[in-house]
């Protein structure tokens, strides 16, 4: 069975730095890419990047560019989303989500974690 | 950008009853669409992609259909689990992925 379990719920402080994580499990992590995705209180999913972890090759979403880093661990089949310095506006949930289809052009989430929920606040 | 647009924001359908849903690119996306299901306090979950495929363990009463701008999401039989939001997600060229604001369907 195919699953992305994510670390837990995080509060922060403006400023600080936080890295969560995905850890695939029941296919092999490093053949699918995995997406970020934001979803703020009550709006709708954006999608932020993706990392395959096969080669830590990423691409990001011009609108989190800079924003946002992502980075693999294949060895313990985990990706990773962090902020260098968070701000109050990045409270929200996350979810990673695998994209397996690439060769054939299907550019869909099949498999997604249970999120993150990240809170910012002084 | 392609923009994607959901329409109605909130559906109200009594249990039993037919909804559709439906979703207009900004310009063509060809097959290239994808509906996602999320409950309140859940993670999306795939419904349909390429338009029209139902994903792995879906049933039946979930049929998508469209192609081009113009795409709609169905379910034949509303059942109490399917109260959710629906998105739909347009995939036609890497990495310029969109998905829709929406749509709440409700109990009526």
């Known amino acids: 069975e195919v699953q992305l379990v994510q670390s837990g719920a995080e509060v922060r402080r403006p400023g600080e730095s936080l890295k969560i994580s995905c850890k695939g499990s029941?296919?092999?992590?490093?053949?699918?890419?995995i997406g970020w995705v934001r979803q703020m209180a009550g709006k709708g999913l954006e999608w932020m990047g993706i990392?395959?972890?096969?080669?830590?090759?990423?691409r990001y979403s011009p609108s989190f560019q800079g924003q946002v880093t992502m980075s693999a661990d294949k060895s313990i089949s985990t990706a990773y989303l962090q902020w260098s310095s968070l701000r109050a506006s990045d409270s929200a949930m996350y979810y990673c989500?695998?994209?397996?289809?690439?060769?054939?052009?299907?550019?869909?989430?099949?498999?997604w974690g249970q999120g993150t929920q990240v809170f910012v606040s002084s | 950008e392609i923009v994607m647009t959901q329409s109605p924001a909130t559906l109200s359908v009594s249990p039993g009853e037919r909804a559709t849903l439906s979703c207009r690119a900004s310009?063509?996306?060809?097959?290239?669409l994808a509906w996602y299901q999320q409950k309140p306090g859940q993670a999306p979950r795939l419904l349909i992609y390429?338009?029209?495929t139902r994903a792995t363990g879906i049933p039946a009463r979930f049929r998508g259909s469209g192609s081009g701008t113009e795409f709609s999401l169905t379910i034949s039989s509303l059942q109490s689990e399917d109260f959710a939001v629906y998105y739909c997600?347009?995939?036609?060229?890497?990495?310029?992925?969109?998905f829709g604001q929406g749509t709440k369907v409700e109990i009526k």
């Open positions: 989500a695998r994209l397996c289809h690439v060769p054939a052009a299907e550019y869909y989430f099949d498999y």
């Open positions: 029941g296919y092999s992590f490093n053949t699918c890419w």
């Open positions: 990392i395959y972890p096969g080669d830590s090759a990423t």
């Open positions: 310009q063509t996306v060809s097959s290239n």
């Open positions: 390429g338009a029209s």
């Open positions: 997600q347009q995939y036609n060229y890497w990495l310029t992925w969109t």
